[in-house]
């Protein structure tokens, strides 16, 4: 499986942008980039996906360099219901098709 | 429309006692997932099917963890002569495709298991 590393920690303003970071250098060329975040103890909400091309849809942005190595998840006015864990996940291949493995994320804070 | 649901939210039995956890998908939904998620920590995958084949049981802890689908909809995942280190919650996902990497899984709320 291709690992991701993000920032332990983030804090944003409310209504500015938030980016959030992720390396994932050793994604193999068939293998998208997710992007869960998970509030309190609700169940993680799927928020965007990507395989080279950026990405956009009514809650976020997914901007994916070039070289596949690493992405950015932008959140364009955050608001203070942003605030949760954010994931950064590869997805595997082979037998485990699909299976999402979890790190520990990036906890995004928006203070007023 | 209806998402994830699972049954019961919370529940808590004595050790020893055999727990069976319930998953209904997104209507339609093809893949379903089951993952273990400890406090402070991310989801663990356990299992998942497609349709009512299990694909992948890597995840299971041990043979006292059991998952099925029998009519390719609703799971259940059983857990058997429980042990304190099974206190998590137990989430379920549903994707709408064959585990496909381009299909997102979606979430249900869980179930809380405490083992006392």
């Known amino acids: 499986d291709a690992k991701t590393t993000q920032p332990t920690s983030m804090d944003c303003a409310e209504g500015r942008a938030a980016n959030l970071p992720c390396n994932h250098s050793?994604?193999?060329?068939?293998?998208?980039v997710y992007w869960y975040r998970q509030i309190h103890s609700q169940g993680p909400q799927y928020i965007i996906h990507g395989l080279k091309n950026n990405e956009t849809n009514e809650m976020a942005s997914l901007i994916i360099t070039e070289d596949r190595k690493s992405s950015t998840l932008i959140l364009p006015h955050a608001t203070l219901r942003d605030t949760a864990v954010y994931y950064c996940?590869?997805?595997?291949?082979?037998?485990?098709?699909?299976?999402?493995?979890f790190g520990q994320g990036t906890i995004l804070t928006v203070h007023p | 429309g209806a998402g994830v649901s699972q049954s019961p939210r919370y529940k808590v039995t004595k050790r020893g006692q055999d727990v069976a956890l319930r998953c209904d998908p997104i209507?339609?939904?093809?893949?379903l997932y089951w993952y273990r998620q400890a406090l402070g920590q991310g989801p663990e995958f356990l299992t998942y099917f497609n349709y009512e084949a299990q694909q992948d049981k890597s995840g299971l802890p041990n043979d006292r963890f059991s998952a099925e689908r029998p009519e390719g909809s609703i799971s259940t995942l059983t857990i058997q002569r429980t042990e304190q280190r099974d206190s998590a919650m137990y989430r379920c996902?549903?994707?709408?495709?064959?585990?496909?990497?381009?299909?997102?899984?979606?979430f249900g709320d869980g179930t809380r298991l405490s083992i006392l």
């Open positions: 209507s339609g939904h093809v893949s």
């Open positions: 996902a549903s994707s709408l495709g064959l585990g496909g990497l381009d299909q997102p899984q979606h």
């Open positions: 996940i590869v997805t595997s291949g082979g037998t485990s098709y699909g299976k999402l493995t």
């Open positions: 050793t994604i193999s060329g068939n293998e998208y």
